[in-house]
């Protein structure tokens, strides 16, 4: 009685695995970039704006005070 050869089991494994791998960390990077990274930096950036133009303000006010 032989044993029957075990061939596609592997591959098909493989692929299998590396497919539900990469799809996760596809799905685990989106949900990192578009929900912790991308509203920090944009609420980082409407900060240092805000800052800036406060920052323009004064520089405008003390130089129109001085003239």
């Known amino acids: 009685m032989a044993i029957k ?3 596609g089991i592997l ?3 493989l692929v299998m695995d590396l ?4 799809g996760l960390g596809f ?8 929900g912790y ?3 920090r930096t944009n609420a980082r950036d409407e900060y ?3 800052l800036e133009e406060e920052r323009a303000a004064k ?3 003390v130089e ?4």
């Open 5 to 7: 050869p075990i061939t």
């Open 11 to 13: 591959r098909r494994n």
């Open 19 to 22: 497919s539900i791998a990469l």
């Open 27 to 34: 799905v685990a990077g989106n949900a990192f970039w578009y």
């Open 37 to 39: 990274h991308m509203p």
């Open 48 to 50: 240092m704006s805000k």
């Open 59 to 61: 520089r405008q006010a």
């Open 64 to 67: 129109t005070a001085s003239a």
